[in-house]
Structures are given as structure tokens and as C-alpha cells.
């Protein structure tokens, strides 16, 4: 007597070929990398002093002036270092800031310089660019 | 005399090496990136803003509210280029209330009058609050 040896239907079913969706979730991770960022974005409110009218009520007499350069900043026309910023800043015994960009100073100095004001709790902080002064 | 050993073969696997735990570490990975990264519209053009420790974060800001400066000089707002246009486009906008505020992304080497002629120039428009746009220091 012949014995047919058949599989049952519906018990052949091999694990199905994971390739296919390795692919695309390689390309999904590829993908991720190149777009997303990783660094934390931070956003600071700026005031400036606007020219005219508002520039004279802006730099009060006893204001303290923070003046950038590239060579470094002046406190009141003291040299103050990078470190000691925000130290100094508290202070100054709630006198406003103007903090004076000079010609050469790079943006990264303005954001320690407000960075220093936000850290050392000053409110009142304008910012003026070095032409202003003396007008 | 030499005693002779007949270890079986190592039996062939069926199929290729075992692909799941690969595939594990790869969706982990997915998912690690998903998590981690923050999705952002790419600058005009190459710039690396400043670093800042204080500030209010913000993933997520508005392309169509932000006016770029690279270390060049060069502006871009909306796919405009040159300066005075830029100001009138966000004049123009600032009049009929559809911007009142505005994201400044500089190069962290541009001078810092500029930064600062140029927000001037964005309050004389109308523009009511202007934040700059920093990097967390690591």
C-alpha cells in the first residue's frame, strides 16, 4: 500500500522574509539622522533702545554701561573678565544696563553678555550699538 | 595505536544568521532618534548660531517668522535676499497683524551692531517682540 506523505494546508507557513522591512527601517533611521536635530534650542527676548526720543529715556544717568569689544568687555570702563560677568552684574544694586556693542564684537559675546544679565536677575537691559553713544 | 574521535558535524543552520535581534536593535534605534531629535526646517544657508545657559526653549519655531543671518551678512526672510526688502515685507505684514513677532537665527560671528542696527530696524516696523535664537551650551 503507497502512503502519501502530505502537509496539512495551512500548517506550511514559514516565517515571513523580514528583508523587505529591514529596509525601509534602515532608510526611516538613515533618514532621522540627517534631518533631526539633537541640540536644545533656546530663545531670548531682546530689548534695544531705539534711536531718538526713546534713546534718551533708555540711558538714564546712573545706568551701568557694558561695553563689548573683541578684545574683551568693560564694566563701567573697568575691564571685566568673561568669568566674573554675571558676579559683577549683580551688583550693581538695581542700576539698569545698557550694554554698548562695539564694532568688532561678535554676536556670541552680546548672548554671554544677556546669558550673564538674565543669570544675575536684571530686569531692566538694553542694548545699543557703539554709534549711538554720545549722540 | 591512536584513538580516533568522530565528532558528529556541526549541523548548518537552516536558514541565514537569526535576523530578529538585529532587527530589535535597529527599531530601538529608530525609536532612540525619534525621541531624541527634534525635526526642523533647514536654514537657508550654512550658519551656526550663538551658545546661550539661559533662555526659554523652543524646539519648534515658526520658518515663516524667522530671519536668518549668516556670518556673510547676507539675510534671508521668506526667500528674500536683500535687506531693505525684508524690511518691508515684515512692515508690511506687521501692519496688517498677520506678524508680531519675530525670530532672529544669526551666525554666532556676525558683528553684534549688526544684531543690533538690525533689531532696531524690526521694532521701527512694527514688529513688537523680536528673540534671538541660541544653541544650549553642552
Redesign the interface.
Known amino acids: 500500500m503507497m502512503r502519501l506523505r502530505m502537509t496539512p494546508p495551512g500548517r506550511t507557513r514559514r516565517a515571513p522574509d523580514l528583508t523587505p522591512v529591514m529596509d525601509v527601517v534602515f532608510i526611516l533611521v538613515v533618514f532621522f539622522l540627517v534631518v533631526s536635530t539633537f541640540s536644545e534650542t533656546l530663545v531670548k527676548p531682546m530689548q534695544v533702545s531705539l534711536p531718538g526720543s526713546a534713546a534718551s529715556t533708555a540711558s538714564p544717568a546712573n545706568s551701568a554701561e557694558l561695553k563689548l569689544t573683541a578684545q574683551g568687555m568693560l564694566l563701567d570702563r573697568q575691564p571685566l573678565a568673561q568669568a566674573d560677568m554675571t558676579a559683577s552684574l549683580a551688583n550693581l544694586d538695581g542700576r539698569p544696563l545698557v550694554i554698548v556693542a562695539g564694532d568688532d564684537a561678535p554676536y556670541q559675546l552680546l548672548v554671554d553678555a544677556l546669558d550673564a544679565a538674565q543669570a544675575a536677575g536684571l530686569s531692566d537691559v538694553r542694548v545699543q550699538a557703539e554709534r549711538e553713544v554720545g549722540q | 595505536m591512536s584513538a580516533q574521535f568522530t565528532l558528529p558535524r556541526p549541523e548548518r543552520r537552516a536558514r541565514g544568521a537569526a535576523?530578529?535581534p538585529?532587527?530589535n536593535v535597529?527599531?530601538l534605534?529608530?525609536m532612540f532618534?525619534?525621541l531624541?531629535?527634534?525635526?526642523?526646517s533647514p536654514d537657508p544657508f550654512t550658519l551656526s548660531?550663538?551658545?546661550?545657559?539661559?533662555?526659554?526653549?523652543?524646539?519648534a519655531?515658526d520658518p515663516e517668522a524667522t530671519l536668518y543671518v549668516a556670518q556673510s551678512g547676507e539675510i534671508r526672510f521668506r526667500g528674500v535676499t536683500s535687506e531693505a526688502d525684508a524690511l518691508v515685507a515684515i512692515a508690511r505684514l506687521a501692519a496688517a497683524g498677520e506678524l508680531d513677532a519675530l525670530?532672529?537665527r544669526?551666525?554666532?560671528?556676525?558683528?553684534?551692531?549688526?544684531?543690533?542696527?538690525l533689531?532696531?530696524a524690526l521694532?521701527?516696523t512694527g514688529i513688537t517682540?523680536?528673540?534671538?535664537?541660541?544653541?544650549?551650551k553642552p
Do not use: C, H, S, W
Request: proline share 8%; net charge neutral; hydrophobic share 55%.
Open positions: 535576523i530578529l538585529l532587527i535597529v527599531f534605534l529608530l532618534i525619534v531624541a531629535g527634534v525635526v526642523r548660531p550663538p551658545q546661550a545657559a539661559e533662555g526659554q526653549q523652543a524646539d519655531t525670530t532672529l544669526a551666525d554666532a560671528n556676525v558683528p553684534a551692531p549688526r544684531i543690533v542696527k533689531v532696531e521694532r521701527l517682540q523680536v528673540q534671538l535664537q541660541a544653541e544650549r
